[in-house]
């Protein structure tokens, strides 16, 4: 059997299926582009909850694994050369989850590194940026009686928005006819801004039909609801 006792994080969060991938995550947007991600590849996994409401991603054994503290995680039993690896960030998971398999990225070098930068894109603007609109529109920061900030990331995510609606004129997704790990990084930033963090009409996201029509296209995949709701609440 595998033995994942190197790791204190499957301590805290045994292991049914220790010889699968391990996923330590919740429904945030970069817990589920993991989860849609894994669902798209059919790469056999087992998810964990982490509940960040009750600040689990701050653990000591959470962060023994991810020492940022932040959704999601993973362990990879049968990493390179047959090792087991860690990972987090997001970002860099997508891409070892690409690379493991061949699957959801370009195989022709130029394209591949395009799809990158779109991943790098989400990484840091969209993510960063769709957060402070989420943190000032909805949560703590909507009481702050100075809405400057929130003005200011409200333009910049329409700005972010735009270059995205650029980018998808005339594609179906962000690689033309290849649906990747750019468009999986970013498909739930874009459902939670107008959704979750209710800025639908704070930044005029009707304004923009192109990325309206790929959101659409993007949460109508199988794969992509079941991620949505993966790893379920314990």
């Known amino acids: 059997m595998t033995d994942l006792s190197a790791f204190p994080i499957a301590k805290r969060w045994p292991a049914k299926r220790p010889d699968?991938?391990?996923?330590?995550?919740?429904?945030?947007p970069n817990?589920?582009?993991?989860?849609?991600?894994?669902?798209?590849?059919?790469?056999?996994?087992?998810?964990?909850?982490?509940?960040?409401?009750?600040?689990?991603?701050?653990t000591p054994e959470f962060l023994s694994l991810n020492p940022n503290g932040k959704i999601p995680a993973i362990i990879d039993p049968n990493g390179p050369d047959g090792k087991p690896i860690g990972?987090?960030?997001?970002?860099?998971?997508?891409?070892?989850?690409?690379?493991?398999?061949?699957?959801?990225?370009?195989?022709?070098?130029?394209?591949?590194?395009?799809?990158?930068?779109?991943?790098?894109?989400q990484m840091a603007a969209i993510g960063p940026i769709f957060g402070q609109v989420g943190f000032f529109n909805k949560f703590a920061g909507r009481e702050i009686a100075d809405k400057r900030p929130l003005e200011r990331y409200r333009d910049e995510s329409r700005r972010l928005i735009g270059v995205l609606e650029t980018r998808l004129k005339g594609r179906e997704w962000i690689m033309d006819d290849d649906y990747t790990i750019a468009d999986v990084s970013?498909?739930?930033?874009?459902?939670n801004l107008i959704g979750f963090y209710e800025a639908r009409d704070l930044v005029g996201f009707d304004d923009f039909p192109t990325v309206a029509a790929w959101l659409e296209r993007g949460l109508a995949r199988p794969a992509v609801q079941r991620g949505l709701t993966i790893p379920a609440r314990s």
């Open 20 to 28: 699968r991938l391990q996923l330590y995550s919740s429904a945030t």
């Open 186 to 191: 970013m498909l739930g930033w874009v459902r």
């Open 31 to 58: 817990g589920v582009k993991i989860s849609i991600a894994l669902e798209e590849i059919g790469l056999p996994y087992e998810p964990h909850y982490v509940d960040i409401g009750k600040n689990e991603s701050w």
């Open 87 to 121: 990972l987090f960030e997001s970002g860099a998971i997508l891409l070892y989850l690409s690379d493991k398999t061949g699957k959801l990225i370009p195989s022709d070098p130029i394209r591949r590194y395009e799809t990158i930068q779109w991943v790098f894109f």
